[in-house]
């Protein structure tokens, strides 16, 4: 077993397991010794008290009782186990007194003639009981008058019940003792397993820090580390689809870029080596253009992107006619839609007033019928309505391909993911970009997708025909 730091978590939480069994233990001892000691002294006093009481009605209810001090002592003293004393004032001063009988005594038998309860109950003239010390011994005693010049003490040592009390407390401190040394035992196992656990998990957090994403972080506990592990390793699984994603955003941005950089090279190279005529000079000069624009888009959802991200990206709200934006989106790419095959309709109202930044709204309309068209083979029909419902107004686009399979449905707004097996090219950023440019204007875009039927619709703030 490794040794535990004084000031790590494991050693700490060991400490803590000791101080609070250790406090439990005292306080156990505080309740149990001083209550245990006081029961049997009250105990031992209420037997005196009615070993006192009785030797008074015996020397009051006999003939001659006085004579008879002694038998009744012994008498007394032999059936509470006691020890019966008689005492005579002999001058009241200073006061003295005299042992006029005495039973029960043994060996502890002393002259009681100085006695501090039978002195303060002829003071007093009334019964007095306490515990006395005497030759490092402690007794329980009780003193009455018995008659004019006569006190009656029975007295009872107190050495058994303090024998007692001692071997409770003997007993309490070793299993005290045996508490504490397992609480240190198992406090220290436990920390150590503790220790065990949270040094795993900052491994895993060192390796995840790393760039290493293949081996999971496993604990099987439910506890509140089963928890943090569980947590650590969605994090792990989320890093390594980033990972993955930048990797492969990279390599179609690189693909992307190489593609126009390559072929605006080809042409410029073309147009200075070769005597072109006048067509095929402009032929080039058009592929030279969209492959411009092609570049320029990339590095825009770029730009896009690192200002959503910084908290930059300025949006205007203001009334949007969303019927409008949806006409605008139709001359935009009906050119398209004719040239890949697609039929590309508007249906819905006319005006449609929505809260929102008109440039951006059409970026996002760009985006979901850019969409559409890509993904959809020939022949597919695409349509641009507008709806307002519940106080927010939408933008969709419908198409009638092939659906969305249902394991990509919830990445198509992941930023750099791009769906396996399409036909379409791009960066995988539109729809990203799209769906945060939604949620900036206090929208969202939601998505319906099934073989046949698909529909992006974006929701935005409905605004009043007024503003």
């Known amino acids: ?210 760039g290493r994403f293949d081996e999971p972080v496993l604990d099987t506990a439910h506890d509140e580390l089963g928890q943090l592990a569980r947590a650590f390793d969605r994090m792990r699984e989320r890093l390594a689809q980033l990972e993955r994603a930048r990797r492969e955003f990279i390599a179609n941005a690189s693909h992307e870029l190489r593609t126009p950089l390559f072929s605006l090279g080809g042409h410029l190279e073309l147009l200075t080596e070769e005597e072109l005529d006048e067509p095929t000079r402009r032929e080039f000069l058009v592929r030279m253009r969209e492959q411009l624009e092609r570049l320029t888009k990339l590095a825009e959802e770029l730009l896009d992107l690192s200002r959503l991200d910084a908290g930059q990206l300025h949006l205007e709200s203001a009334p949007v006619d969303l019927g409008r934006v949806a006409e605008l989106l139709l001359e935009e790419f009906e050119s398209v839609a004719r040239s890949s095959e697609h039929s590309l309709e508007l249906f819905g109202k006319t005006e449609i007033p929505a809260l929102g930044d008109e440039q951006r709204v ?68 539109g729809l990203a970009i799209a769906s945060e440019l939604a949620e900036v204007m206090d929208g969202e875009i939601d998505l319906e997708s099934r073989p046949g039927r698909t529909v992006f619709r974006v929701w935005l703030p409905a605004a009043s025909l007024s503003d």
């Open 1 to 210: 077993m490794s040794r535990l730091p004084l000031r790590s978590v494991g050693a700490r939480l060991s400490l803590a397991l000791l101080v609070v069994v250790a406090g439990a233990l005292a306080v156990v001892y505080l309740i149990v010794v001083p209550s245990l000691e006081q029961r049997v002294i009250d105990a031992r006093e209420d037997q005196v008290r009615r070993a006192a009481r009785d030797f008074v009605e015996r020397l009051r209810d006999a003939p001659e009782g006085f004579v008879f001090s002694q038998q009744l002592a012994e008498r007394v003293a032999s059936t509470t186990n006691t020890r019966a004393v008689m005492l005579q004032v002999v001058d009241d001063s200073p006061l003295t007194l005299a042992t006029f009988a005495d039973a029960g005594g043994g060996d502890d038998a002393e002259d009681l003639a100085d006695d501090p309860i039978a002195r303060r109950a002829v003071s007093s003239f009334s019964r007095q009981e306490g515990v006395v010390e005497r030759g490092g011994k402690r007794y329980a005693e009780t003193a009455e008058l018995a008659g004019p010049g006569y006190v009656s003490l029975v007295s009872s040592s107190l050495s058994d019940a303090d024998e007692t009390v001692a071997l409770v407390e003997r007993r309490l401190l070793t299993a005290g003792a045996i508490a504490l040394l397992a609480a240190l035992l198992v406090g220290y196992g436990g920390a150590h397993v503790f220790a065990r656990r949270i040094r795993r998990l900052e491994q895993a957090a060192d390796r995840i820090a790393g």
């Open 362 to 429: 059409l970026q996002i309309g760009r985006a979901l019928v850019e969409n559409a068209l890509r993904h959809t083979p020939p022949g597919t029909r695409v349509r641009i309505q507008t709806a307002r419902n519940d106080g927010r107004a939408a933008l969709a686009v419908e198409d009638d391909g092939p659906g969305i399979p249902a394991d990509h449905v919830s990445h198509v707004f992941e930023r750099f993911y791009r769906s396996d097996g399409t036909l379409a090219s791009g960066s995988g950023l």
